[in-house]
């Protein structure tokens, strides 16, 4: 048998990481992404189930990557909900990416509700190595 020493900051913050993505921000709502970075380019994946193509909007501007959009409100009102997790509204997202990158062959694909963003990075900001003579 483990024990494991329980730290409860941990917990709190835990649950206000959950809270934050269940509560509607100034915003409306906020899905979750991911961003991970290659040597040639940064790669932005994004859940957005429910939406289509023309509900999201994506800009580049001076190193900001934004994306941003609009889920429909459910078409049934219903008289009492007992639970409501998924938000519905406006969202936006900014990532500011630290090198330069070739804004021109940004390239962006939404399937089954996940969209996923391909920022290639500029040749010169890529690293390279340096032979020793």
């Not at 500029?122 to 340096?130: G, H, L």
Request: net charge neutral.
């Amino acid at each position: 048998m483990a024990f494991t020493r329980w730290d409860p900051f941990h917990d709190l913050l835990a649950m206000q990481r959950q809270l934050d993505r269940c509560t509607p921000g100034p915003a409306g709502w906020m899905p979750a992404v991911d961003l991970h970075e290659a040597p040639d380019r940064y790669v932005i994946v994004a859940e957005l189930p429910g939406l289509r193509r023309d509900d999201v909007q994506i800009h580049y501007h001076e190193g900001r990557l934004t994306l941003s959009g609009t889920r429909r409100e459910r078409a049934a009102p219903y008289e009492q909900y007992h639970r409501i997790e998924r938000g519905h509204g406006a969202f936006s997202r900014t990532f500011e990416l630290p090198v330069p990158v070739r804004a021109d062959d940004i390239r962006a694909e939404l399937v089954n509700g996940i969209l996923t963003v391909t920022v290639p990075k500029s040749p010169e900001a890529t690293p390279r190595r340096i032979r020793v003579s």
